[in-house]
């Protein structure tokens, strides 16, 4: 029984997620005696799929089917599919796997799991876990049907990439007869050195506690040092301080990073639900009441405008005292 592992790509990269999707993957092959399979969305570096475990990549050469036109990737991952006989297909909990991952359960009738963050249990069927109630508690769903689709919540397995090594063939199929309306005109980019932050491991954060747009510049000096992705509060990025694509929480973009540090932020539950998937919060408020300490690993009560100066000499002379 093979496993199908969806790949998307970012200016022809595979992108981390899908890299952590396809380890995923290859982890469920091996458990139920099959073939990691790889289907790739235009990526020129395809062969880096073989160090997480793919033995096999499919990678399709047709810029009309990209994660812009669900239809026509699903259509290809269906062909994909019936080629090597998958019974499983892994996707990434990305935008790509939100928008396709559903279409493909609709059209093929196999039984859908998102936000998954276990590998399953196929000691009595095929069990895996994933976040209910904004990650305040975990779920065990046994997908019945025979073709079963899960996708996996970014960051929640990490990537530890190896030696192996996967042949990569070029894969098509005919799309000309899908018309979905869909046209893309023009992609635009953000930008390239700074991670996603769905993808992030370091997100330094901040929030009304600055006072205005003006007094992001340690906020951005401080991710510039640790090398980390800036978010912000939804009030933040509702009266326009920030853009909307750094807003963080429940309404926002959910983010699991290895160190999250929330600069004058209260800790509203909205907020919380969005990143208490991370490994390690750190909080700064000067109002030492704030909910979001009870969630912190550290927290530091202080002035944001005395203590993140501070914080950015001291990671500065850190960073020069150990290369």
């Not at 093929?108 to 994933?130: I, Q, R």
């Not at 070029?170 to 930008?191: H, L, P, Q, R």
Request: hydrophobic content about 45%; glycine content about 10%.
């Amino acid at each position: 029984m093979s496993v199908l592992i969806v790949v998307d790509t970012k200016n022809g990269q595979v992108k981390k997620s899908s890299l952590e999707a396809a380890q995923y993957g290859a982890k469920v092959a091996a458990a139920i005696g099959g073939e990691a399979v790889a289907l790739s969305l235009n990526a020129n570096n395809a062969e880096v799929l073989g160090t997480v475990g793919v033995n096999k990549v499919l990678n399709v050469t047709d810029a009309s089917i990209s994660a812009s036109d669900p239809q026509k990737v699903v259509a290809a991952i269906v062909a994909a599919a019936n080629q090597i006989g998958a019974k499983v297909v892994v996707f990434a909990h990305d935008s790509t796997g939100k928008a396709v991952a559903p279409r493909l359960s609709a059209k093929s009738g196999a039984g859908l799991v998102t936000n998954v963050t276990s590998l399953p249990d196929t000691s009595n069927g095929f069990v895996v876990s994933k976040n209910v109630f904004s990650g305040k508690a975990h779920a065990q769903v046994n997908i019945l049907s025979d073709e079963k689709i899960v996708s996996i919540l970014p960051n929640a397995f990490g990537v530890k990439a190896g030696e192996g090594s996967a042949s990569v063939e070029a894969f098509s199929v005919d799309v000309s007869g899908i018309n979905s309306g869909i046209t893309v005109k023009e992609v635009k980019g953000g930008d390239s050195k700074v991670v996603p932050l769905p993808e992030a491991e370091l997100v330094v954060s901040a929030g009304r506690g600055l006072k205005g747009p003006e007094n992001w510049g340690m906020i951005e000096e401080m991710a510039e040092i640790l090398g980390a992705t800036t978010a912000c509060s939804r009030p933040v990025a509702d009266i326009g301080w920030r853009p909307h694509h750094e807003h963080v929480g429940q309404t926002g973009v959910a983010i699991r990073p290895n160190l999250y540090i929330a600069v004058g932020i209260s800790g509203a539950i909205q907020h919380l639900a969005g990143v208490n998937g991370s490994k390690v919060i750190v909080v700064i408020n000067k109002d030492p009441e704030a909910p979001f300490f009870k969630a912190a690993d550290y927290g530091v009560v202080g002035d944001a405008f005395e203590v993140v100066p501070r914080l950015n000499e001291a990671f500065r002379k850190f960073k020069a005292a150990n290369g």
